[in-house]
């Protein structure tokens, strides 16, 4: 079943620094996602992306983080300067569609830490 | 009032039970329900995705919206220990993937 992936699985950095986040989509799917979950809490949605430009984004998705598709099979989060509450699992997700509630697939996650 | 709430549990039941979870809303603008199984430290699953009112069956799961009541309910059949996870209500308004999820509720299924 074609899936989701996400790199890396975990990944600790300073305060500060910047981090990218890398996903590979289902490959047919042309809607991609990045939800958030810090530990306990809900999976919150940050950013959707469709014809290589933003469609909407949640009041987390601040000047510091950006997203961008730079290849046919790449999808990428990059937070440019990282602040302890950023520590959270980011998943990438993508649909074939992008209306309405169809079928949104989830990646594994990639947990940051910030220290 | 929060926009989705669902009890975060833990429920414990024994295997073969009928298990029922639920979450409430307060956005009579959703149109889209969705129920996402999550294993520890794991991208959440899609198991149920509903548009409107009604009931929609899939083996063992049965999902149910009432949007009079701003209520839905995800029943599990015989359950397994296998269907032991985090269980996730979404919501959509209909919008680019921005869905509202509610905190969880974590299930046990003993053996």
């Known amino acids: 079943e074609p899936e989701v992936t996400q790199t890396p699985s975990h990944q600790v950095t300073q305060m500060g620094q910047e981090v990218i986040l890398r996903c590979v989509p289902i490959?047919?799917?042309?809607?991609f996602y990045w939800y958030r979950q810090i530990l306990g809490q809900k999976v919150e949605f940050l950013v959707s992306?469709?014809?290589?430009?933003?469609?909407?984004k949640s009041e987390i998705f601040d000047d510091q983080f950006s997203v961008e598709r730079p290849d046919g099979s790449n999808f990428t989060l990059k937070i440019r300067s990282t602040k302890l509450e950023d520590s959270a699992m980011y998943f990438c997700?993508?649909?074939?569609f992008g209306t309405g509630g169809n079928t949104i697939y989830f990646g594994e996650g990639s947990w940051l830490t910030v220290v | 009032q929060k926009e989705v709430e669902q009890d975060p549990g833990p429920l414990s039941v024994p295997e073969g039970a009928i298990v029922s979870l639920n979450c409430t809303y307060s956005?009579?603008?959703?149109?889209?329900f969705m129920w996402y199984r999550q294993y520890s430290r794991k991208g959440p699953e899609l198991l149920m995705y509903?548009?409107?009112?009604g009931n929609k069956e899939d083996g063992r799961f049965t999902a149910q919206v009432d949007k009079s009541s701003k209520y839905i309910s995800l029943f599990i059949r015989d359950s397994q220990p296998s269907d032991s996870a985090t269980y996730l209500c979404?919501?959509?308004?209909?919008?680019?993937?921005?869905?509202?999820f509610g905190k969880g509720t974590k299930l046990s299924v003993k053996p």
């Open positions: 997700a993508s649909s074939e």
């Open positions: 490959s047919n799917h042309l809607y």
């Open positions: 992306f469709y014809n290589n430009e933003i469609s909407e």
């Open positions: 956005n009579s603008a959703f149109q889209y």
């Open positions: 509903t548009y409107s009112s």
């Open positions: 979404a919501m959509s308004r209909g919008s680019q993937g921005n869905l509202i």
